[in-house]
């Protein structure tokens, strides 16, 4: 039994070592080409991120001069697949992961060599009246390079939240489901659970529309997204976009919400795999808040698009 957990411990950290130098290695070697990168999907490329975050986010700090970036990542499940995994192990930088999962700490600190930055390691629910607690508890949020945001449910009450310039750079999820013509997100409700709010597991989080206005209004630009289509990138309107990033192009809106992946569920919780026609069809009498006007009334999707139409 001994020998058995030794040899899936030495296995375990050997390739989580060869993932992390040959990704390093890309990286390195990707370096010569930003200064002429034109689109952010040219440096997307996964390393310990979920899909591609970690060859943009590299990227987006090379630009920015960053070396060792202070972050706050809220959302990160046990660690395994985060967008600050790499920046952390690769820099030994500080910063905060926050996740409301069983026993966070120890989970973490079974796929992480913890010692090697100061990370804290925050286990708490998080929503729109006790972030700024959360945050301002741990000092997270003075002088911050990277924030994260991926909770798949409030994330806009949550940034509502926030003060203007939080971060140099942010990364915010949004839900390409929704398409690009709403401004919406869910209601903002404690303990949000996508699942127990519809079946089908797509009614969740914020349009992409929705992201880049309260962005805007925090004082950040867009530069883009990652392939899946899912993850938005910003920068502080204090790092001009004509200096650092003067070769992207953003183009039109409508091509970041092009996302194919298939997260839906039946009414046995069975994925089922629709197609993306499907997936709006299906939640087109879900409830959500339209933020296109000062009212932001709770409606339903299909009254939003009926009225567009």
């Known amino acids: 039994m001994i020998k058995k957990l030794i040899y899936k411990i ?18 390195l070697n990707m370096r010569e080409k930003y200064p002429n990168i034109r689109s ?19 990227y987006l700090l090379y630009q920015l001069n960053i070396e060792k970036p202070k972050f706050v990542e809220i959302g990160v499940g046990d660690y395994t697949e985060a967008n600050t995994r790499f920046i952390f192990e ?8 926050i996740d409301s999962i069983c026993d966070l700490e120890n989970k973490i600190k079974k796929n992480l060599a913890v010692w090697r930055g100061e990370l804290n390691i925050i286990n708490k629910s998080v929503n729109s009246k006790n972030i700024i607690d959360i945050l301002q508890s741990d000092d997270a949020m003075r002088d911050l390079d990277l924030f994260s945001l991926d909770i798949d449910g409030i994330d806009y009450w949550i940034l509502d939240k926030l003060p203007n310039n939080f971060s140099k750079i942010a990364i915010i999820e949004y839900n390409p489901i929704f398409g690009w013509d709403m401004e919406v997100s869910v209601p903002n409700i404690d303990n949000f659970d996508r699942t127990k709010y519809h079946y089908s597991n797509l009614c969740f989080g914020m349009s992409l529309k929705a ?36 070769n992207l192009i953003i183009g039109e809106y409508e091509k970041y919400i092009d996302s194919n992946f298939s997260e839906s569920r039946n009414k046995a919780n069975k994925l089922n795999y629709l197609n993306k026609k499907k997936q709006i069809d299906t939640i087109m009498n ?6 296109s006007n000062q009212n932001k009334q709770l409606k339903k999707i299909k009254e939003i698009l009926d009225k567009k139409l």
């Open 211 to 246: 992201a880049i206005k309260i962005m805007e209004n925090k004082n950040f630009y867009f530069v883009g997204s990652s392939l899946f289509r899912n993850n938005a990138f910003f920068i502080s309107n204090d790092f001009d976009k004509n200096k650092y990033f003067s």
């Open 90 to 97: 690769r820099t030994s930088s500080k910063g905060a992961v």
């Open 10 to 27: 030495f296995f375990k950290n050997f390739f989580r070592k060869k993932i992390y130098m040959s990704g390093l290695s890309h990286l």
């Open 40 to 58: 952010l999907s040219d440096v997307d490329f996964k390393i310990f991120s979920q899909n591609g975050e970690d060859g943009i986010i590299d």
């Open 286 to 291: 879900c409830e959500v808040i339209d933020l």
